[in-house]
């Protein structure tokens, strides 16, 4: 079993940053990926960013030059910063994490808004 602790949310004004964290705890797992997805009001679930075992990471265009992906490999726990943030960037916020062999993980959500 696997267990994700998801911590930063909050609210912020535009053009502030926040910092998400994510970390994997339980048995032992071996992870190839983790990320972040988002889903705002009304809307679909989408992704915001993936960091994968060789280090390469991928971006939603709507972040790309203002969120950036890390990976503490020591600690099964990922980041997301986020800079310059905007109104439409409010959502919650889900830590995703791929494990060889067994599966997808999801965390709990955490709220970020962003006020004008």
């Known amino acids: 079993q696997v267990h994700l602790a998801e911590s930063g949310g909050g609210l912020v004004q535009a053009g502030g940053s926040l910092r998400l964290s994510c970390a994997a705890s339980g048995s032992r797992f071996s992870i190839s990926a983790m990320g972040w997805y988002r889903q705002a009001p009304g809307k679909e679930r989408e992704l915001v960013a993936r960091t994968f075992s060789d280090g390469s990471t991928i971006y939603a265009d709507s972040v790309k030059g203002r969120f950036t992906i890390s990976r503490d490999n020591a600690k099964n726990t990922v980041y997301l910063q986020m800079n310059s943030l905007k109104p439409e960037d409010t959502a919650v916020y889900y830590c995703?994490?791929?494990?060889?062999?067994?599966?997808?993980?999801w965390g709990q959500g955490t709220q970020v808004t962003v006020s004008s």
């Open positions: 995703w994490l791929l494990i060889t062999g067994a599966g997808v993980y």
